[in-house]
């Protein structure tokens, strides 16, 4: 408890630096896990929503630190754009999928806890489904994130492909829903992440360093 606490003491003067907008994020973010830690993951099947909130807040205020919406510091005339809000959802609803692909795994032990996950109330058929609708959401955002943002092939690239991959790999969970491949799925989803942030961050480091790259597309 010590120890959170002085991380959200570093984090919050470091976000107060960059933009009192962010600082409020991240207290938000904050109090959304808190309330998953304290309640919502032993006692109800929609644990998952405050742990994809939070993290889906990061980027968000990130983004603030660089771009103030102009409530409490600056402003563009532009309160938030399209892409950090794609950049929010994105992770905030492959998060729930990210995380039910887990929990579909522990399913058992969360049976014998008398905790009432998703997979637990309404079975992991179910869950799979629930799970591939999310991801397909997820990986339509990260296009919109790349097209409103006007990035270049190398995203894309990284984006459609690991997305496509995922997304073979979540009809897969529906034709064989059990706890080991709702496993496997979680695991699939770190892969997906990094090939997908790989490819983002290498696609702005071109734009950055190669004054033609983003006119192949653009």
């Known amino acids: 408890m010590l120890y959170a606490g002085l991380l959200l003491l570093i984090a919050g003067a470091a976000a107060f630096y960059l933009n009192p907008e962010s600082l409020v994020v991240l207290f938000i ?3 959304t ?3 998953y ?3 919502a993951k032993r006692n109800t099947f929609l644990s998952f929503l405050p742990v994809g909130i939070s993290y889906g807040l990061v980027p968000i205020g990130v983004w603030l630190a660089f771009d103030p919406a102009g409530i409490l510091k600056g402003s563009d005339g532009v309160i938030l754009p399209l892409p950090a809000i794609c950049f929010g959802l994105m992770m905030c609803v492959t998060d729930w999928a990210f995380t039910l692909g887990g929990v579909a795994r522990d399913v058992e032990g969360d049976r014998l806890k008398g905790a009432p996950t998703m997979p637990v109330t309404f079975g992991i058929p179910f869950t ?3 799970v591939t609708f999310w991801w397909i959401v997820g990986v339509i955002a990260s296009v919109i994130i790349g097209w ?3 990035l270049g092939p190398v995203f894309f690239a990284g984006a ?3 997305g496509l991959w995922m997304l073979a790999q ?3 969970f529906i034709k064989h829903p059990t706890p080991e491949r709702g496993g496997a799925l979680f ?3 770190s892969n997906y992440r990094a090939v997908m942030f790989g490819s983002m961050i290498l696609d702005v480091v071109l734009c950055i360093y190669i004054g033609s790259y983003t006119s192949i597309l653009w």
């Open 29 to 31: 973010a904050a109090a």
């Open 33 to 35: 896990i808190t309330i």
């Open 37 to 39: 830690s304290i309640f």
């Open 128 to 130: 799979a489904r629930f």
């Open 148 to 150: 409103s943002a006007h």
């Open 160 to 162: 459609l492909a690991s």
């Open 170 to 172: 979540c009809i897969d």
């Open 187 to 189: 695991l699939n989803g």
